[in-house]
């Protein structure tokens, strides 16, 4: 299972599973935030996402018995499924959608992040592509709702951008700590930790291939300045000139030819007198710049 599929199953399962103590702020999330359209006297609030109708069905059972005196769904308060367009939907009356709605003014501070909870159950989506981080709440055509999540945000230093998509607003935040934050304050404490563990791991991940890329790159630079002195201890070796070269020059000549894959400070500790890199590399140029000049 890929990070992606594993936190993806981790959030609605910590999602559908949470205390229902805070339940009503999530209920007006998900209402605010659901897709729901008349229906003679009832409204038809559906989800393609059966968790989040399942989480719902959970919130509205547990505060009908002491804030409302209606059903939801059918008589024994089950969902419909609509086959057709692949939805989960509530039947509700219009009195008790309503109702709920109205409450949406006494909500508190407190109750801001149980909220957007609900928002993003019914609208939002996380995203981990192979690189970055991308929360996205989808926001409902009425754009009552974009005002309140813009404030939640800054009040914790969230930044988010936004863009039109489809014809509706989007909010998007792509910081990997700012969407940490946002999970854990709507709650979802199990799915924010895992997200961290993801971070670190892919950080790691690039780091070593980083590395690997960075040693690959040394060792193809070393192999082609290593073909090259070759190239130029063969040319000395084919025009006699090896015993014209002081002692220190033709031994270079020679251990290069005898180890033609050797690194510059290999090659300098190879010789009699061991010297560093830099003289090696000093050494090639003056002997480079010695067959130019007799080829000319």
């Known amino acids: 299972m890929s990070s992606l599929e594993k936190l993806g199953t981790l959030i609605w399962d910590e999602l559908v599973n949470l205390p229902t103590s805070d339940g009503f702020p999530e209920l007006l999330g998900l209402f605010a935030a659901l897709p729901h359209t008349r229906d003679r006297g009832d409204y038809l609030v559906s989800s393609p996402r059966l968790v989040v109708t399942r989480r719902l069905l959970k919130l509205w059972r547990g505060l009908n018995e002491g804030r409302f005196n209606a059903t939801i769904g059918t008589a024994d308060g089950s969902l419909e499924l609509d086959r057709t367009h692949g939805k989960a939907r509530f039947r509700i009356a219009a009195s008790a959608f309503g109702d709920v709605l109205s409450e949406r003014g006494s909500l508190g501070k407190k109750d801001q992040w149980a909220w957007l909870r609900g928002v993003w159950a019914g609208c939002g989506a996380l995203y981990l592509p192979r690189s970055g981080y991308y929360m996205t709440f989808r926001l409902p055509v009425s754009g009552q709702v974009e005002p309140s999540l813009r404030k939640?945000?800054?009040?914790?230093?969230?930044?988010?951008?936004?863009?039109?998509?489809?014809?509706?607003?989007?909010?998007?935040?792509?910081?990997?700590?700012?969407?940490?934050?946002?999970?854990?304050?709507?709650?979802?404490?199990?799915?924010?930790?895992?997200?961290?563990?993801?971070?670190?791991?892919?950080?790691?991940?690039?780091?070593?291939?980083?590395?690997?890329?960075?040693?690959?790159?040394?060792?193809?630079?070393?192999?082609?300045?290593?073909?090259?002195?070759?190239?130029?201890?063969?040319?000395?070796?084919?025009?006699?000139?090896?015993?014209?070269?002081?002692?220190?020059?033709?031994?270079?000549?020679?251990?290069?030819?005898?180890?033609?894959?050797?690194?510059?400070?290999?090659?300098?500790?190879?010789?009699?007198?061991?010297?560093?890199?830099?003289?090696?590399?000093?050494?090639?140029?003056?002997?480079?710049?010695?067959?130019?000049?007799?080829?000319?």
């Open 152 to 296: 939640a945000f800054r009040k914790a230093g969230i930044t988010a951008g936004d863009r039109l998509r489809q014809g509706r607003r989007e909010l998007m935040l792509r910081d990997q700590g700012q969407i940490v934050t946002c999970l854990a304050r709507m709650g979802l404490a199990r799915s924010s930790l895992l997200l961290e563990e993801t971070a670190i791991i892919r950080s790691l991940k690039s780091r070593a291939n980083k590395l690997v890329n960075c040693d690959e790159a040394n060792i193809n630079k070393s192999l082609e300045a290593a073909r090259q002195q070759l190239k130029i201890a063969e040319q000395i070796d084919a025009r006699g000139l090896r015993d014209q070269l002081s002692p220190e020059f033709a031994e270079l000549v020679r251990a290069r030819m005898e180890n033609p894959s050797a690194s510059l400070r290999e090659l300098g500790q190879i010789l009699s007198r061991p010297v560093s890199k830099s003289t090696v590399e000093y050494r090639w140029r003056k002997l480079e710049t010695l067959i130019r000049g007799d080829m000319t």
